[in-house]
């Protein structure tokens, strides 16, 4: 029989991670998770993300995410959101040789909560014995110690599925019992149809992706 497994998503290391710059952020997660995990029962698919907000360069950025997300809920994912954190920070300058070292003030956007979320949700669903493998795609170290958890203390298989941008985290990978790359290819082949519909409707990719 195959595992029940559970899959949990960092948004936004995905993103950066293998999405930005490219035509494959239409991105179809139940078949992505179902070509790269072919001997696993996929349960649920869990999506951790935060609204963004429309930019002076970009004022359609949240309309494409609203969009993202109706795919995703249309397809039976699960969206658990963070929040972004604005604030006004003091930043130095460029500081040439022999000249006073001079600051700007510049505004600063950090993503919140995404991270603890989805570290509650693998441990809470752990503790509940609702997966037998936990399938975690981003490559942040922040989320060790509740994988050690898992593996350690519930007894659980934790695999890891990283963006192929990025270099795997060494203290992840010596702590995980699969690691694979998500890779251009695999994300080309795993892309919603240009038109979906839901309870509301007929609506289709953003015309810019």
């Excluded at 003030?105 to 037998?132: C, M, P, Q, W």
């Excluded at 942040?140 to 110690?145: E, G, N, T, V």
């Excluded at 919603?192 to 810019?208: A, I, M, Q, R, T």
Aim: proline residues 5%.
């Amino acid at each position: 029989m195959r595992a029940r497994t559970y899959v949990y998503v960092d948004a936004f290391n995905l993103y950066y991670g293998a999405l930005k710059g490219t035509s494959h952020k239409w991105l179809d997660l139940w078949k992505l998770c179902t070509l790269l995990l072919p001997r696993n029962d996929i349960v649920s698919i869990k999506y951790f993300t935060a609204l963004v907000s429309a930019r002076p360069h970009d004022p359609g950025q949240p309309l494409r995410q609203q969009l993202y997300l109706r795919a995703l809920r249309a397809s039976g994912v699960e969206i658990v959101y963070g929040h972004f954190l604005t604030h006004i920070v003091a930043m130095p300058l460029a500081k040439r040789h022999g000249s006073r070292q001079q600051t700007v003030e510049v505004i600063k956007t950090e993503e919140k909560g995404s991270d603890v979320n989805l570290a509650t949700h693998l441990l809470l669903d752990g503790f509940h014995d609702r997966y037998e493998v936990a399938v975690v795609i981003s490559n942040d170290s922040d989320l060790l110690l509740p994988i050690r958890v898992v593996r350690e203390e519930l007894g659980k298989k934790v695999g890891l599925l990283i963006p192929y941008r990025q270099h795997p985290s060494r203290a992840l990978v010596k702590n995980v019992d699969f690691v694979k790359k998500v890779r251009q290819g695999v994300l080309r082949v795993s892309q919603f149809p240009p038109y979906l519909e839901d309870e509301k409707g007929v609506f289709h990719k953003p015309n810019s992706w």
